[in-house]
């Protein structure tokens, strides 16, 4: 039986499939196995914190990682990297 994902590891799923060019909102979505109205609560928080910004295509949004969410995924990876090194030192 698998675990559930803590509110971070979500969040920073969101983040990571962002990064990776995933930028349409429904894609995004399925790629982080969430269900629309928790995924629309998440993508609010990272709009509204400047993690994440919504471009315009026509009608059409787009989410795009900002500087400061680049920074903070970068320092979750670094600081789970290093946890994990820690572990395997036990």
Not at 65 to 88: A, C, I, N, P
């Amino acid at each position: 039986m698998t675990r559930k994902r803590t509110t971070i590891e979500i969040y920073l799923d969101v983040l990571r499939t962002v990064k990776n060019g995933v930028n349409k909102p429904t894609n995004i979505m399925y790629r982080c196995n969430l269900a629309w109205r928790p995924f629309r609560h998440v993508l609010d928080s990272l709009v509204e914190n400047e993690l994440l910004e919504i471009r315009w295509k026509g009608r059409r949004r787009t989410y795009h990682l900002t500087e400061k969410g680049y920074k903070v995924l970068r320092r979750f990876e670094d600081t789970q990297s290093l946890l994990l090194t820690l572990m395997k030192q036990r």
